[in-house]
């Protein structure tokens, strides 16, 4: 797996090399040996990507390689190019094994992961010496066939026609559900066509080469788009990386064969990024797929370079606080600090303890902000005795461990019980959990720095968790962002550019992230990493974190904010839906699974935690208003979810809001008044969002 990285590393000094914690032997993980290549096993293996269910049980549940659908049984694998349900309620994409292509002489046998990087993984059958070459994007599926090896198409569809098209490399296949495909080979090869049956190429070549062959659907009725893929079929590619090279960009490359240029597909958060001043690509805006995420467009080159927006990194409000607010603001710290108490904690989870030392840390750094250095002393203590018991191993009931099976932080509840902690013992979900601890971490680290260099290590690990941008070359070990224990960006997909949150559960939908799996919580995690970044004076990891932080709100604000008439969703899902609930690979949902669905809960969800980034993800003022005009439900959901609606009507309703504010009686458990008021009371220049203004605070 490629990487490269930008200059200026910071280097984990001499007696600070990587940390592991106490070692399990995990009852509840599986074995991943059945489904990858041993030579794979040298290096972490992913626990949460995009190919995630051909290593699962079966390994024969479909995943989504844009723009196919591709699902592996025994000695063969499906394609189907999808078609969408909608209803107001839900979007999917269906299931239909549109071709089918298997070995013709071959016993059953499984697949084996041979390979994989960012943006593609190698299936191999051994037993048949097939090998498919699936990279996103590509609206090619490739394969490769052995010397004297056959391999069959056949459909669940009946066969219309088949033909050469004059072309001794291409043909043409008609089924009866109206799809024309079309086949290409890199070299002539034998053929044979059973009406309603199915197709065999053999490979008897005398040079002992194998053939490559590309399949692809034609996905409109235009002639033109044939002769695109007519034109690009001779390019074809192996593997893909995503390079970060520098701040706020991410670049594209991949390892192609043949000959001619590369036909790739961008979705439209690609698009939206793709630079401007690269003239090595050229968009073709009439050669389309469909797709759940929206159209998919054709663009050639054999290298891409996404530009997002830099987003500030500071430790307190964007654009300050005005100082008639601080009395209220130091009243209402007063209170909060006073109630904190280590001891009264009874929560031994991750994710709800993470969230009380976040919340502590957020009122030291108020405190900072207005001139109250009173209440950080405080908040220093009690952040102290609620994060080293998790650090060194003392934590009653629960602890981190690192799990050699597949590389990574798990803990002692989840090594035991799958069910426990929402999965996190099975690599659910890490993106939230270990954000807020991260975030009290960084925020601890920099109130004290002696505590800070103590526990630098233990620091380093939990980020390496979710954040590691290694390759798995035990050489690199000294660099912060390359800890060969874990494995590359365990959550977040450099494909769709967001994080993921399933881990090592087979989903029938593929990867997914639901309402309380928030995307602002995806958002927190990549944040308090570059804040972390900032308190050890790591500029590496403060611009990695600081460039997730900023594709994460991209991709908030294209998938999960629905706004009517953008054409991105059906419109008869988006016009009664602000928020997409639960949003996996195949399917969206406007409700939250297993968990209240009013509407008020859903915008709490997609807020929290509430922190200075989270400006940058409501933005769109207009979006703003109009969602909190959606809000009203008919049940009554308490104080601590509508705190977040009245800090988003902040946004455009400042003193109406912040009224509404003083009445709550409660709050969520990773927030408090001190926190809205803080928020409320930095509003008052908001119409400068958007620009980032503050450009020392950004990352580059």
């Known amino acids: 797996m490629q990487m490269q990285i930008m200059a200026n590393i910071t280097h984990l000094d001499d007696d600070e090399q990587p940390f592991l914690f106490p070692l399990t032997n995990s009852k509840v993980l599986p074995d991943p040996s059945k489904f990858f290549s041993k030579n794979l096993f040298s290096s972490a293996l992913p626990t949460n990507s995009f190919f995630q269910n051909f290593v699962l049980n079966d390994g024969n549940?479909?995943?989504?390689?844009?723009?196919?659908?591709?699902?592996?049984?025994?000695?063969?694998?499906?394609?189907?190019?999808?078609?969408?349900?909608?209803?107001?309620?839900?979007?999917?994409?269906?299931?239909?094994?549109?071709?089918?292509?298997?070995?013709?002489?071959?016993?059953?046998?499984?697949?084996?992961?041979?390979?994989?990087?960012?943006?593609?993984?190698?299936?191999?059958?051994?037993?048949?010496?097939?090998?498919?070459?699936?990279?996103?994007?590509?609206?090619?599926?490739?394969?490769?066939?052995?010397?004297?090896?056959?391999?069959?198409?056949?459909?669940?569809?009946?066969?219309?026609?088949?033909?050469?098209?004059?072309?001794?490399?291409?043909?043409?296949?008609?089924?009866?559900?109206?799809?024309?495909?079309?086949?290409?080979?890199?070299?002539?090869?034998?053929?044979?066509f059973s009406h309603d049956l199915k197709l065999t190429f053999s490979n008897n070549s005398s040079d002992g080469a194998p053939v490559m062959l590309r399949i692809a659907v034609i996905p409109d009725s235009s002639s033109k788009t044939e002769v695109v893929l007519d034109k690009y079929s001779s390019c074809y590619p192996l593997s893909g990386?995503?390079?970060?090279?520098?701040?706020?960009?991410?670049?594209?490359?991949?390892?192609?064969?043949?000959?001619?240029?590369?036909?790739?597909?961008?979705?439209?958060?690609?698009?939206?990024?793709?630079?401007?001043?690269?003239?090595?690509?050229?968009?073709?805006?009439?050669?389309?797929?469909?797709?759940?995420?929206?159209?998919?467009?054709?663009?050639?080159?054999?290298?891409?370079?996404?530009?997002?927006?830099?987003?500030?990194?500071?430790?307190?409000?964007?654009?300050?606080?005005?100082?008639?607010?601080?009395?209220?603001?130091?009243?209402?710290?007063?209170?909060?600090?006073?109630?904190?108490?280590?001891?009264?904690?009874?929560?031994?989870?991750?994710?709800?303890?993470?969230?009380?030392?976040?919340?502590?840390?957020?009122?030291?750094?108020?405190?900072?902000?207005?001139?109250?250095?009173?209440?950080?002393?405080?908040?220093?203590?009690?952040?102290?005795?609620?994060?080293?018991?998790?650090?060194?191993?003392?934590?009653?009931?629960?602890?981190?461990?690192?799990?050699?099976?597949?590389?990574?932080?798990?803990?002692?509840?989840?090594?035991?019980d799958p069910g426990a902690e929402f999965g996190f013992g099975v690599y659910n979900n890490h993106h939230y959990h270990l954000g807020y601890f991260l975030y009290g971490i960084?925020?601890?680290?920099?109130?004290?720095?002696?505590?800070?260099?103590?526990?630098?290590?233990?620091?380093?690990?939990?980020?390496?968790?979710?954040?590691?941008?290694?390759?798995?070359?035990?050489?690199?070990?000294?660099s912060t962002l390359n800890h060969y224990h874990y494995t590359r960006l365990r959550c977040f997909d450099l494909y769709k550019l967001h994080s993921w949150a399933g881990g090592l559960t087979e989903f029938a939908d593929g990867r997914n992230q639901m309402g309380t799996n928030s995307n602002s919580?995806?958002?927190?995690?990549?944040?308090?990493?570059?804040?972390?970044?900032?308190?050890?004076?790591?500029?590496?990891?403060?611009?990695?974190?600081?460039?997730?932080?900023?594709?994460?709100?991209?991709?908030?604000?294209?998938?999960?904010?629905?706004?009517?008439?953008?054409?991105?969703?059906?419109?008869?899902?988006?016009?009664?839906?602000?928020l997409v609930g639960y949003l996996a690979a195949n399917h969206r949902l406007d409700l939250i699974r297993c968990y209240q669905s009013e509407r008020e809960c859903k915008i709490g969800f997609h807020v929290l935690p509430l922190l200075s980034i989270t400006e940058f993800l409501f933005s769109n003022v207009d979006f703003v208003k109009d969602l909190v005009k959606w809000s009203p439900s008919l049940y009554t959901v308490g104080d601590g979810w509508m705190g977040f609606v009245y800090a988003l009507e902040g946004i455009y309703n400042n003193k109406v809001a912040l009224e509404k504010i003083r009445s709550l009686k409660r709050f969520d458990a990773g927030n408090t008044l001190s926190n809205l008021l803080w928020w409320i009371h930095s509003r008052h220049d908001y119409r400068k969002m958007g620009s980032c203004h503050e450009k020392q605070c950004c990352i580059g």
């Open 521 to 578: 919580e995806a958002v927190n995690i990549y944040y308090s990493a570059a804040l972390m970044g900032l308190a050890y004076g790591d500029l590496h990891l403060a611009s990695i974190g600081s460039t997730l932080a900023s594709l994460e709100i991209h991709a908030a604000k294209m998938w999960w904010h629905v706004k009517e008439g953008d054409n991105l969703y059906e419109d008869d899902f988006a016009k009664d839906n602000k």
């Open 442 to 478: 960084a925020v601890l680290a920099k109130i004290d720095p002696k505590w800070g260099k103590k526990y630098k290590p233990q620091a380093y690990s939990i980020m390496s968790d979710f954040m590691n941008l290694g390759g798995g070359k035990a050489e690199h070990y000294h």
């Open 61 to 192: 549940n479909k995943e989504y390689i844009h723009p196919y659908l591709i699902k592996p049984s025994d000695s063969s694998l499906s394609i189907c190019y999808p078609s969408l349900s909608v209803s107001s309620h839900s979007m999917h994409q269906v299931f239909t094994p549109d071709l089918t292509i298997s070995s013709s002489t071959s016993s059953l046998s499984r697949h084996v992961i041979s390979s994989f990087s960012d943006l593609s993984v190698t299936l191999d059958f051994p037993s048949s010496n097939l090998t498919f070459f699936l990279v996103r994007g590509s609206p090619y599926v490739t394969v490769s066939l052995s010397r004297n090896e056959s391999l069959c198409i056949t459909s669940i569809h009946s066969f219309s026609s088949f033909s050469s098209n004059g072309s001794p490399n291409k043909y043409s296949l008609k089924l009866g559900n109206g799809q024309n495909w079309l086949i290409y080979t890199s070299s002539l090869i034998k053929f044979s």
């Open 241 to 416: 990386d995503v390079l970060f090279n520098k701040p706020y960009c991410v670049e594209y490359k991949w390892q192609k064969k043949g000959f001619g240029n590369l036909l790739m597909l961008a979705h439209p958060l690609h698009l939206q990024l793709l630079s401007k001043d690269e003239g090595n690509v050229n968009v073709l805006e009439h050669f389309k797929y469909r797709s759940i995420d929206g159209d998919l467009v054709g663009v050639v080159g054999d290298s891409w370079l996404l530009e997002t927006d830099p987003v500030p990194v500071n430790w307190h409000s964007n654009r300050g606080l005005k100082e008639e607010s601080y009395d209220e603001i130091k009243s209402a710290l007063s209170k909060d600090v006073e109630d904190l108490d280590s001891s009264a904690i009874t929560t031994t989870s991750t994710y709800f303890y993470g969230k009380l030392i976040a919340r502590a840390a957020r009122l030291a750094l108020i405190g900072e902000e207005v001139g109250f250095l009173g209440v950080v002393a405080k908040v220093k203590k009690f952040l102290s005795e609620t994060i080293d018991p998790w650090l060194n191993g003392t934590f009653n009931g629960n602890g981190f461990l690192y799990d050699e099976k597949w590389g990574g932080i798990v803990t002692k509840q989840g090594s035991t």
